[in-house]
């Protein structure tokens, strides 16, 4: 994947992330909660990635 398309996946995927923790906190359901909250990180992960691409160039 490219420069952009990490970030963007990695935005989308954090978002959703917190989206589900959030649901999960007030639903008292701890599975979608822990869900959210891997969710989010594999998102930060994502953009961190696309961030590296973007001062290396997609060659790697």
Do not use: F, N, P, Y
């Not at 995927?13 to 906190?25: F, L, N, P, S």
């Amino acid at each position: 994947m490219g420069e952009l398309t990490d970030k963007i996946k990695g935005s989308v995927d954090e978002t959703v992330g917190k989206a589900k923790q959030a649901i999960g906190g007030h639903q008292g359901d701890a599975d979608l909660h822990d869900e959210g909250l891997a969710q989010q990180g594999k998102g930060k992960a994502e953009r961190l990635i696309g961030k590296v691409k973007g001062a290396l160039g997609d060659d790697i």
